[in-house]
């Protein structure tokens, strides 16, 4: 597979095979999120990996009962951490702390297809439920809960969209 077939075939999935993902995967996974751009490579990003089914339970509940989050071997919450960017860049700090953490979510899961694994992003969930699930240090901010998984489903590509509206042109 080549970079722009990862990057046009990967797809969230969210029904898993009943197989396992080893931690040495899970590693693979989390490095490849590490070598993600950050702001001054602050990295202002950290990751939480769950494997208990208890807690995998209580993470779907958080996420308003999106079964995938249980279902999945192992469920990555990435967070940012907003207090190391903003030691370096005040205020703006907030913001790419959030973005430190998605281009690391990103990564993560291009990087999961690459290997044959899948995922999905997942952004709906109450934040304070993750919190106290995960025991999370005040500092951190929970930005996305991604199950990891052997897919077990192909889901078709979404529909694109008229790029006219997104792209703007300013030359000449
Ligand atoms: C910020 C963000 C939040 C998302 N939240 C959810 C979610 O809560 N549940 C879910 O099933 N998918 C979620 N998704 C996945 C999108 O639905 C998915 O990426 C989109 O439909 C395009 O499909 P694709 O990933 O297969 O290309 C989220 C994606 C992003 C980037």
């Known amino acids: 597979m080549n970079f722009k077939e990862a990057l046009v075939g990967r797809r969230s999935v969210r029904r898993y095979a009943d197989r396992p993902v080893g931690r040495e995967m899970v590693s693979s996974l989390i490095e490849a999120a590490e070598a993600a ?100 240090p005040r500092r951190l901010v929970p930005t996305a809960i991604v199950p990891i998984g052997w897919p077990a489903e192909r889901p078709a590509p979404p529909p694109g969209r008229d790029m006219a509206e997104a792209v703007h042109w300013i030359e000449g």
């Not at 990295?43 to 209580?58: H, I, S």
């Not at 913001?95 to 953490?101: E, G, N, V």
């Open 37 to 136: 751009p950050s702001a001054g490579n602050l990295r202002a990003r950290e990751y939480y990996v769950v494997a208990r089914p208890e807690l995998k339970a209580a993470l779907a509940a958080a996420a308003f009962g999106q079964e995938h989050v249980a279902s999945a071997p192992v469920v990555i919450v990435v967070c940012a951490d907003p207090a190391r960017s903003g030691r370096r860049y005040g205020d703006r700090g907030q913001l790419y702390s959030i973005q430190d953490a998605a281009s690391a979510t990103t990564c993560l899961l291009l990087a999961a297809f690459d290997m044959g694994l899948s995922g999905c992003w997942t952004g709906a969930f109450d934040e304070l439920m993750v919190r106290e699930i995960l025991s999370l």
